[in-house]
Nanobody, 115 residues
Framework: QVQLVESGGGLVQAGGSLRLSCAAS????????MGWYRQAPGKQRELVAI???????NYADYVKGRFTISRDNAKNTVYLQMNSLKPEDTAVYYC?????????WGKGTLVTVSS
């Protein structure tokens, strides 16, 4: 089993920054992608940013240039640096790990951006 624990969410004013962390533990041997999704009230869950196994990254258009995803291999932790936050970034942010045989989700961390 793999456990994902997110942290770093909170309330921030528009234009501010937050850094989310996702610590992975358990039987992690390999993964296809690891990253972040978000779900705003009344909306479907959507991709934010992911790291691909080879080290490449993929960002949703609406966060490009503002968010940066990174990974600390030694700590099995993925980070999401969020800058220039907008009220429309308000959502629950979920960590995701797509393993070779299963997909895992964290419980989420709430990010609220006030105008």
């Amino acid at each position: 089993q793999v456990q994902l624990v997110e942290s770093g969410g909170g309330l921030v004013q528009a234009g501010g920054s937050l850094r989310l962390s996702c610590a992975a533990s358990g039987r992690i041997f390999s993964f296809n992608t690891m990253g972040w999704y978000r779900q705003a009230p009344g909306k479907q869950r959507e991709l934010v940013a992911i790291i691909i196994r080879g080290g490449g990254t993929n960002y949703a258009d609406y966060v490009k240039g503002r968010f940066t995803i990174s990974r600390d291999n030694a700590k099995n932790t993925v980070y999401l640096q969020m800058n220039s936050l907008k009220p429309e970034d308000t959502a629950v942010y979920y960590c995701n790990l797509e393993g070779t045989q299963a997909i895992y989700w964290g419980k989420g961390t709430l990010v609220t951006v006030s105008s």
